[in-house]
């Protein structure tokens, strides 16, 4: 479990982000459009995983936005922007900023991707919530760069998981 903090209180999450290395968990998300989508939709490219708590908080917009610019600019490689808000937020807002460049993934619907990475937060305000995290994964879904942002108030650390991919 991870020990993380929001607003000066310490939270726990379900577990740790998976290791360095590690074969990513398989995971089945809501997609936009209320499909599912796997982990092997996305096999043969590099995958930047940006998982946050809810995309109406400034840090998480803040956070798709700069993900958004940066994807553009990377060869082989999405940006999957997983929460567990409804899809029809994370349409909107994606539709509303016009951005391109990301994938939108819901947990919403059976809450095990925040259990199998280690991200569902246990306690406090936003107790069910997805912590704040990155994992990035190259073209076999092994995990090459991962953080748990130890403060929800915090920005991922965008050069440190970009920088595994250049």
């Not at 209180?9 to 796997?38: C, Q, R, W």
């Not at 700069?66 to 909107?92: G, H, M, W, Y």
């Amino acid at each position: 479990m991870a020990k993380i903090e929001l607003g000066g209180e310490k939270v726990t999450t379900y577990g740790n982000l998976p290791s360095m290395d590690e074969k990513a968990p398989h995971f089945e998300l809501i997609k936009s459009d209320l499909s599912i989508g796997t982990l092997e939709d996305f096999k043969g490219k590099r995958v930047v995983m940006n998982i946050f708590p809810s995309i109406d908080t400034g840090v998480c917009a803040t956070s798709v936005r700069n993900f958004n610019k940066k994807a553009s600019e990377l060869k082989n490689t999405v940006v999957l922007c997983i929460s567990r808000d409804l899809p029809f937020a994370q349409q909107r807002f994606v539709s509303d900023e016009e951005l391109k460049n990301v994938t939108n993934l819901s947990d919403f619907r059976d809450r095990n991707f925040g259990k199998d990475y280690g991200v569902e937060m246990l306690d406090g305000a936003f107790e069910g919530l997805l912590s704040r995290a990155v994992v990035v994964l190259d073209e076999n879904g092994h995990v090459i760069h991962s953080q748990q942002v130890s403060r929800i108030e915090d920005e991922p650390d965008y050069l440190a998981a970009l920088k595994t991919l250049l």
